[in-house]
Nanobody, 131 residues
């Protein structure tokens, strides 16, 4: 079955940058849209951003728009989350997820932001931003 493994998390000062990677295996990577979510203690898992199968379009939550950039390298079966201008409120466990999008229809932001749309999830990587 498919497996996703995140890496790149760690401790960084506010205003700093960090790049997360998510390596996929056991699935046809280019057939999946990829999403990033995060979850802080006591909070629900929230949408961070997503990228379409070909990488032609990206979606980002308002809280990170302009600061985070999602990209993918289908040849390497990897999706990235470049995080710049980090804030303490960005502290969370970050998860990558894969969405096959097997149902017909047009997918909008709300679909990419829906955790139920994703079949595979990584174990998460901790990002801590100090003030």
């Amino acid at each position: 079955q498919g497996q996703l493994v995140e890496s790149g998390g760690g401790l960084v000062q506010a205003g700093g940058s960090l790049r997360l990677s998510c390596a996929a295996s056991g699935l046809s990577f280019s057939m999946y849209a990829m999403g990033w979510f995060r979850q802080a203690p006591g909070k629900e898992r929230e949408f961070v951003g997503a990228i379409t199968r070909s990488g032609g379009s990206t979606y980002a939550a308002d809280s990170v728009k302009g600061r985070f950039t999602i990209s993918r390298d289908n040849a390497k079966n990897t999706v990235f989350l470049q995080m710049d201008s980090l804030k303490p409120e960005d502290t969370a466990v970050y998860y990558c997820a894969a969405s096959r999008q097997i149902y017909s229809g047009t997918f909008y932001y709300r679909d990419y932001a829906n955790t139920n749309e994703y079949e595979y999830w990584g174990q998460g990587t901790q990002v801590t931003v100090s003030s």
